[in-house]
């Protein structure tokens, strides 16, 4: 650890959503997506994983069931979704490029770093334990401890720079949807926009939301706001 006076970014805060930003994993979804619904005789819509990205996964099951009429319960599609996603995310998700160096270096240089996620516990914490990223972040937070609410509400964010310990003025969030960088915008957080697989129709627009723009951690900023 640097001494007090080389710590440039000493009281600053950076939040990071997994999915699609600190993990290059949304390929998982796109399999259980595939599976899931060739079980129901139905082709994913191109348009579904864009549609659901933001939710809750009490509230992606819900719509889910609404859109596509389906006879199951929320609990008994969230289970099966469940079961699916938890040996791949635990055998084959990786980090983002750069991002364990990156980890490494915020903390080394005095920031706090913080998780900011809609993935559910049961697979946020194996996932995280997979890749020997348990214990390292100061705040670890889910939708499930601000009452369920989506992105699209600034409570997560809040509720990750407080366990932080940090002024939310003084984060920087790592997002890879719209709606993500809007919210923390409102809330005078620094928002930088990650591309993926599954944000290449709406990149013009996150770039144009976004204070700066990712395609991995190798040219993420090192100084935060």
């Not at 998700?93 to 080394?108: F, I, W």
């Not at 720079?161 to 709606?179: L, Q, W």
């Amino acid at each position: 650890m640097q001494s007090g006076a080389a710590q440039p970014n000493a009281g600053a805060g950076a939040i990071f959503d997994l999915d699609g930003t600190l993990l290059d994993s949304l390929g998982v979804w796109d399999d259980v997506d595939e599976i899931f619904f060739s079980r129901r005789g139905i082709s994913v819509p191109d348009d579904y994983q864009q549609a659901v990205s933001p939710m809750a996964f009490p509230d992606i099951a819900r719509y889910t069931i609404d859109r596509f009429h389906l006879d199951d319960t929320p609990q008994a599609v969230m289970d099966e979704w469940n079961d699916l996603a938890l040996d791949l995310y635990t055998t084959r998700v990786r980090l983002k490029p750069g991002a364990r160096d990156y980890l490494a270096h915020l903390k080394a240089t005095g920031a706090r770093i913080g998780v900011a996620s809609t993935l559910m516990p049961s697979l946020r914490d194996p996932t995280l334990d997979h890749l020997g990223l348990a214990g390292v972040f100061d705040a670890v937070c889910g939708i499930e401890e601000v009452g369920g609410l989506n992105k699209d509400h600034p409570d997560l964010y809040l509720r990750v720079a407080a366990e932080m310990g940090v002024e939310p003025r003084r984060c920087t969030v790592f997002e890879d949807i719209v709606i993500g960088v809007c919210t923390a915008h409102r809330i005078g957080m620094a928002a930088w926009a990650m591309l993926d697989d599954s944000s290449r129709s709406i990149w013009p627009q996150l770039k144009a939301e976004a204070d700066g723009t990712l395609r991995d951690f190798t040219t993420a900023p090192a100084i935060l706001a």
